[in-house]
C-alpha cells in the first residue's frame, strides 16, 4: 500500500504477488504541451487480493487499469503480471498473456452485438485455444443465472443482464487477475448490487485477484484494499 | 484454424444480421459489371462481326486470279470449316439482238455461306431470301441487267456458248460490295454450267474465290494455317476487311460499351471503398475487444481476411450468376437478329468473378482492413482510440493499381486508360477542392439558417472527412452517370441522324455528263431525294514525291493494295457533310485550278502519306502531279457518295468522265427504276437496301446493347448512394436520438438530415454535371467522332437529380432512425 520508489522493481518480483508496478508514467501529448497522467506509481498486489483504485474523474484511474492490464504502455516503468514483464512484450504477447491470465469487465459491457450471450462467453475460451468451451460458457451462464437466455443477443437483454453476461465472459477463463472498470456505472442501484454481489461471489469461489476501478464507495468498501487516486498519483 | 472457425462463424453471423449486405452488394454489382458486361461487349462484338462477315459472304474469302486447288477445300473440310467457291469475271449477255456487259458471278452449292441472297420475281421488287443458288442451266441476272435487256421471268439468256433460261431476278447479293469498282451488273449462274460456256480461256480475266465459315475459334485456327499455305496471287480477306460503313458504327457502339463498363467499374469500386469503411468501423469495437480478450493482430487480420474471402467467394458466385441471367437473356434478345454459331457458355465466367471480386476487394478493402487489425485494445476503454492512420502509399497504391487493372480488363486500350484516370484523379482533386471549400463556407453559414439547417450544416463541417469522402463519392458517381447519359444520348440521336429512314438507298454510277441533268430532273420527277452529284474518273497512283509506286516500300500491310488498284477519283468545292477535315485545310475559290489534292485518312495512313507529299495519277493515260492539301475524316456509314480521293476545282475537269450520285427511293417505285434503267442505259444502279439494312440491324443492336448497358450502370449507381449512406447510419441514429432527448421533433431532425445530404448532393450534382460536360466534350470528339454540343440541361439534372436522390436516400435511412424512440437507440448506445 505505498507508492514509494522501489530500489529495484526485479528484487520484488516473488510469487505472490501477481501484479506489480514501479515506477510507473504515462504521458500523452496534447495541444497544451504534454500532460502525465499517471505519475510514479509503484503498486504490488498479491495473488487473490481485491483492490479498488478510487478517485475523482481525470484522476488517471483508467489509464492505471489500461497500463496494469497491458492495453496501452506506459512512458516509463515497469508492470509485471503474473511475472511475466510487459514492458519487454509486443503487442500480441500482451494479448497472449492477457487470453490465459486476464479477465475484463467494462462499464458499457462490451459485448459483441452480433454474437449471442453464449457466444460472447465462448469467445475468450476460443481465443485461449480451450476445446470444452461451449460446456464451460453455458455453466459459467449458469452461475450467473442465465442459462435460460443463451440464445439472446445483447440488445434482447437488460443492462443488468449484459453485464452478468459480461462477467461469465471474464470469469469462465478462470483468470489470474479481473480487471473491472465501473461494472455497475451504467446500471441502476438495484440491479447495480446484484452484480457487484455477483462479482464479488465469483471472485471469492475463483479466488482470482481483483483489480475494481470505480466511484462508488459502497463497491470499493468490498475490496481488501483501496488505493486514492489524484492528478495520477496513488496516495496512501 | 482457429481463425477459420472463427471467420466462418462470424460471416455466417454477420450474413444473417445483414451487417454485410451492402459491401456484397457492391461486390456482387462490379462482378456482374465485370463478367456481363464484358460478356456483352465480347457477345456484340461477335454479333456485329457476324453481320460483317455478311458482306464478304464468308468469314474468309481467299482471291485468286488463278483457279484454287482442291487442297485447301479438303483441309477446310478435314477441319469442320464450311466452304464454297465462286468465280467472277465479265462478259456480255444476250437476249435476242440485245446485249449488255455483265459481272458474271458462279457459284458453288451453299453460296452465300453468310448472309443472304435475295430475289424477286419481277425486276426492282422488293426481294425474299433465295433457298439455294440457281440450278443448272438457270440464270439469276439483276434487276438492272434484265431491264437493260427487256426481259423478265422465264427469258432465255445466251452467255458464250451455253444458253440459261431466267428463273429469279436477284435483288441483292451479300458481297456485291460497297466500293462499286465492279461497275457491270451482276448475274448469277451455277458453277457447274461455267465450263459449258467456254468463257475460260487461257488469259482471260477470271477472279476465283474460296469462302470459309465456321465458328470463331475454327475459323481462327484455318485462317493461320491458310496465310502460311498461300500461293503468290493469292489474297486473303477477313471481316476486318468489311465495308467502312460497318465498321463505323461497330467501333462506337463498341466504344461506348467499353465506357460504359469502365464507369461500371469505377461506380462499384466507390461503393466497395465506401462499404470497406463501413464494416471497419463495425468492427473497431469487436476488433479492439478480441485483442483485450487476448486475440493477437495475426489472428484478428486473418479472421478479417478470411470473412472477406468468404464475401469474395459469395459475390463471385451471386455476380457470376447475373451475368450468366444477363448472357442468356441477351442471348434470347439476339436470337432473332442473328445466326452466329456462338460458343457454348462455360464456368471461365465464375473464375474470372471471383477474380474480379478479389482485385476490387484488394484494392478498396484491403487497406482499411490492415489498419483494422491495428486498433489498439486500449479502444474498450477509450472510444475516441482509432487505428494509427494508414500511410498514403498503402492507403491509395493498392486502390489505384486495382482501378488500372479493373479499367484496363474492362476496356483493353492503354491510352484510354490512361486518359481515363487522368481525367478522373484531376476530377477528384476538384471535387476535394470543393468539398474542402464547402465545409469551411458551412462553417460560416451556420448562425444565419434556422434550426434543422443549422444543424444539418454543422454536420457537414464537423464529420469533414466523411463530407469530403461522400462530396467525392456521389460527385464521381454522378458524373460516370451523366457522362454517359450524354453520349448515350449523343450516340443514339447520331445514329439516327446518320441513318434517317430515307437515308440514301440506291447509287447511280456512270450517269453521262450530257444526261446528268436530265437524269437529275427524271429522279425529281419521280419524288426520289438526291444527294449531291459528284464526278468520277478512274485513275491510278503512279509515283509517290517522284518515286514510282512499285518501288515504294509499304510498312503497312494495306499499303500495296491501295497502290496499285485503280482508284475513283473525284473533285468538287465543297466539302461534303460526312467529311471533316482533320489536318490541312479545305481549298477556297482562289485555289481553283490549282493542283491539290484532298485524301480519306484510311487512304492516307494505308500509304504513309503526309500533306505536301507529291502524288502522281495516271487518268487515261495522262498524269496528273498534285499536291496533299488536306486530310479528312469521312464517316462511311452515312451513305453519301464519298471518296477516298478528292481533287481541287479546274484540275480534272477537262479529262473524261462520268457522274455519281445517291438517292432514296420507296421501296414501291421499282417501276420508275426499271423506266430508268431503259431510259438511261450507261447508268449502273446500285441496290444498298440491303447494306442498309445491315447496318440499321446492327445500330438497333448496338443500341439494345448500350441501354442495357446503361441500365446496369445505374443500379451500379445506386449501391454507391446506398453504400454512402449506410456508411453514417449509426452514428446518425444516435445522433437524432440526443437531438430528440433534448426536445428537437422528428421533423426538425429530419429536416436537418435532408439539409445535409441535400447540400452534399447539389454540390456534388454541379461539379458531376461540370465534370461531365468536360468529359462528354472529350469523349465525343476523341472516342466516338460524334457531334458534341454543350447540353444545358445536364446542370440541371446533375444539380435536381444530385439534391434529390442524395437528398432522398439520406432521409430513407435516417427516418427509421428517427421513428424509433429515442430511449431505445441511446440503450443500444
Redesign the interface.
Known amino acids: 500500500m505505498s507508492s514509494k520508489p522501489v530500489a529495484s522493481a526485479r528484487a520484488l518480483a516473488t510469487r505472490e504477488n501477481v501484479l506489480k508496478a514501479a515506477n510507473l508514467c504515462k504521458e500523452v501529448s496534447s495541444p497544451e504541451g504534454k500532460l502525465t497522467i499517471v505519475r510514479d506509481v509503484s503498486i504490488e498486489i498479491g495473488a487473490g487480493e481485491s483492490v479498488a483504485i478510487v478517485g475523482p474523474s481525470g484522476a488517471g484511474k ?1 489509464t492505471l ?2 497500463l496494469l ?1 497491458g ?2 504502455t506506459p512512458t516509463s516503468g515497469g508492470v509485471w503480471l503474473a511475472g511475466e514483464d510487459l514492458t519487454r512484450l509486443d ?2 504477447g500482451r ?6 491470465r ?1 479477465g ?1 469487465v ?1 462499464q ?1 459491457f ?1 459485448l ?1 452485438p ?2 449471442t450471450a453464449l ?1 460472447n462467453v465462448i ?2 475460451l ?4 480451450r476445446s470444452d468451451a461451449r460446456r464451460a460458457a453455458l455453466e459459467a451462464l449458469e452461475r450467473v443465472g442465465l442459462a435460460a437466455r443463451t440464445g439472446h443477443y445483447p ?1 434482447q437483454l437488460s ?1 443488468g443482464e449484459q453485464q452478468r453476461v459480461a462477467l461469465a ?1 471474464a470469469f469462465v477463463t478462470r483468470p489470474a487477475v479481473l480487471f473491472a ?1 465501473e461494472p455497475t456505472g451504467n446500471l441502476d442501484t438495484v440491479t447495480g448490487g446484484q452484480v457487484a454481489e455477483l462479482l464479488f461471489g465469483l471472485n471469492e469461489q475463483s479466488r482470482t485477484t481483483l483489480v475494481l476501478v470505480t466511484h462508488e464507495r459502497s463497491l470499493a468498501a468490498r475490496c481488501g484494499r483501496i488505493l486514492h487516486m489524484d492528478a495520477g498519483r496513488v496516495m496512501t | 484454424m482457429r481463425a477459420l472457425a472463427l471467420a466462418l462463424r462470424g460471416f455466417a453471423r454477420e450474413w444473417r444480421s445483414g451487417a454485410l449486405g451492402v459491401l456484397l452488394l457492391a461486390l456482387t454489382t462490379a462482378v456482374a459489371a465485370l463478367t456481363g458486361v464484358g460478356f456483352l461487349v465480347e457477345r456484340v462484338a461477335s454479333a456485329v462481326a457476324e453481320q460483317a462477315t455478311q458482306v464478304l459472304a464468308a468469314d474468309l474469302r481467299l482471291r485468286s486470279t488463278e483457279p484454287i486447288g482442291p487442297a485447301d477445300f479438303q483441309e477446310a473440310a478435314r477441319r469442320g470449316v464450311r466452304s464454297a467457291r465462286t468465280v467472277s469475271m465479265l462478259s456480255v449477255v444476250f437476249l435476242g439482238d440485245r446485249s449488255e456487259l455483265s459481272d458474271l458471278e458462279a457459284v458453288s452449292a451453299g453460296y452465300p455461306l453468310r448472309g443472304t441472297l435475295k430475289v424477286a420475281r419481277e425486276p426492282f421488287a422488293v426481294g425474299s431470301p433465295a433457298s439455294g443458288i440457281p440450278g443448272r442451266g438457270e440464270a439469276w441476272p439483276s434487276s438492272k441487267l434484265l431491264a437493260t435487256l427487256g426481259g423478265a421471268l422465264g427469258s432465255t439468256l445466251s452467255i458464250g456458248a451455253a444458253n440459261f433460261r431466267v428463273t429469279r431476278v436477284l435483288i441483292s447479293r451479300p458481297d456485291q460490295g460497297g466500293d462499286f469498282t465492279e461497275l457491270a451488273p451482276s448475274i448469277v449462274l451455277n458453277a457447274d454450267d461455267l465450263p459449258a460456256t467456254g468463257l475460260i480461256l487461257p488469259g482471260s480475266r477470271v477472279t476465283y474465290a474460296a469462302l470459309f465459315a465456321a465458328d470463331r475459334a475454327r475459323i481462327e485456327d484455318f485462317r493461320q494455317w491458310l496465310a502460311a499455305h498461300r500461293r503468290p496471287g493469292e489474297g486473303l480477306r477477313d471481316i476486318a476487311e468489311a465495308s467502312p460503313q460497318i465498321e463505323n458504327a461497330v467501333d462506337r457502339a463498341g466504344r461506348f460499351l467499353e465506357l460504359a463498363s469502365l464507369a461500371s467499374v469505377l461506380l462499384c469500386s466507390i461503393a466497395v471503398a465506401m462499404s470497406a469503411r463501413q464494416y471497419v468501423r463495425q468492427h473497431l469495437d469487436s476488433v479492439a475487444l478480441m485483442k483485450t480478450l487476448g486475440a493477437t493482430r495475426a489472428l484478428t487480420l486473418s479472421v478479417s481476411l478470411i470473412e472477406l474471402l468468404l464475401v469474395a467467394v459469395a459475390a463471385a458466385l451471386a455476380g457470376s450468376a447475373i451475368g450468366f441471367a444477363a448472357e442468356q437473356w441477351l442471348l434470347h434478345v439476339l436470337r432473332g437478329l442473328i445466326n452466329a454459331e456462338l460458343p457454348p457458355a462455360d464456368l471461365a465466367p465464375l473464375g474470372m468473378g471471383f477474380l474480379a471480386a478479389l482485385a476490387v476487394l484488394a484494392g478498396f478493402a484491403l487497406p482499411p482492413l490492415l489498419q483494422l487489425s491495428r486498433v489498439p485494445p486500449l479502444r474498450v476503454l477509450r472510444r475516441d482510440v482509432g487505428p494509427p492512420p494508414l500511410l498514403v502509399l498503402l492507403a491509395f497504391g493498392p486502390a489505384a493499381a486495382a482501378v488500372i487493372a479493373l479499367l484496363y480488363w474492362a476496356v483493353r486500350d492503354l491510352g484510354l486508360v490512361r486518359d481515363a484516370l487522368l481525367g478522373l484523379s484531376g476530377f477528384t482533386l476538384v471535387l476535394v477542392a470543393a468539398g474542402l471549400a464547402l465545409v469551411l463556407a458551412a462553417g460560416r453559414l451556420r448562425g444565419r439558417v434556422g434550426v434543422a439547417w443549422r444543424y444539418g450544416i454543422a454536420n457537414l463541417s464537423r464529420r469533414r472527412a466523411d463530407s469530403l469522402v461522400q462530396i467525392v463519392a456521389f460527385g464521381t458517381g454522378l458524373m460516370a452517370l451523366l457522362l454517359l447519359g450524354l453520349v448515350r444520348g449523343d450516340l443514339e440521336s447520331d445514329w439516327r441522324r446518320t441513318l434517317p429512314a430515307d437515308a440514301p438507298n440506291y447509287f447511280f454510277i456512270n450517269i453521262p455528263p450530257a444526261d446528268r441533268d436530265a437524269f437529275v430532273e427524271f429522279l425529281e420527277a419521280r419524288g426520289a431525294k438526291l444527294s449531291r452529284m459528284l464526278p468520277m474518273l478512274r485513275g491510278r497512283l503512279t509515283e509517290i514525291n517522284g518515286l514510282p509506286v512499285e518501288r515504294r516500300a509499304f510498312r503497312r500491310g494495306e499499303g500495296p493494295g491501295f497502290a496499285d488498284r485503280e482508284q475513283n477519283l473525284t473533285w468538287t468545292a465543297t466539302l461534303g457533310a460526312s467529311n471533316r477535315v482533320v489536318a490541312g485545310r479545305w481549298w477556297t475559290a482562289q485555289d481553283e485550278g490549282k493542283p491539290l489534292v484532298s485524301l480519306a485518312t484510311e487512304f492516307q495512313r494505308s500509304l504513309g502519306l503526309r500533306i505536301g507529299d507529291r502524288l502522281t495519277f495516271d487518268v487515261g493515260g495522262e498524269p496528273f502531279t498534285v499536291t496533299v492539301a488536306n486530310l479528312r475524316e469521312v464517316k462511311w456509314d452515312s451513305f453519301q457518295p464519298n471518296f477516298f480521293i478528292v481533287f481541287a476545282p479546274g484540275v480534272l475537269d477537262a479529262a473524261a468522265g462520268t457522274y455519281l450520285t445517291s438517292a432514296y427511293f420507296h421501296p414501291a417505285q421499282g417501276a420508275a427504276l426499271a423506266e430508268l434503267a431503259r431510259r438511261f442505259p450507261s447508268v449502273s444502279i446500285f441496290d444498298v437496301d440491303d447494306l442498309l439494312e445491315q447496318v440499321r440491324s446492327l445500330i438497333d443492336k448496338a443500341i439494345l446493347a448500350v441501354q442495357s448497358v446503361f441500365a446496369f450502370t445505374l443500379f451500379a449507381g445506386l449501391t454507391v448512394l446506398l453504400a454512402a449512406v449506410q456508411a453514417s447510419r449509426d452514428e446518425r441514429r444516435y445522433e437524432s436520438a440526443m437531438l430528440r432527448t433534448l426536445g428537437a421533433s422528428a421533423g426538425t431532425v429530419l429536416q436537418g438530415v435532408l439539409a445535409e445530404f441535400a447540400t452534399v448532393g447539389l454540390l456534388a450534382g454541379l461539379l458531376a454535371a461540370g465534370g461531365a460536360s468536360l468529359a462528354g466534350a472529350f469523349v465525343a470528339a476523341r472516342i466516338l467522332q460524334v457531334p458534341y454540343a454543350l447540353d444545358p440541361t445536364v446542370f440541371l439534372v446533375g444539380l435536381a437529380g444530385g439534391a434529390v436522390l442524395v437528398g432522398a436516400s439520406g432521409w430513407l435511412a435516417t427516418r427509421a432512425a428517427v421513428a424509433q424512440p429515442p430511449l431505445a437507440t441511446l440503450r443500444a448506445g
Not at chain 1, 126 to 129: D, F, S, T, V
Request: charged residues 30%; negative net charge.
Open positions: 483508467s487499469l489500461a492490464a492495453l496501452d503487442e500480441d494479448a497472449r498473456l492477457r487470453a490465459q486476464v475484463f467494462f458499457a462490451h459483441i452480433a454474437l457466444e469467445l475468450p476460443e481465443l485461449a485455444g440488445r443492462g465472459r472498470d
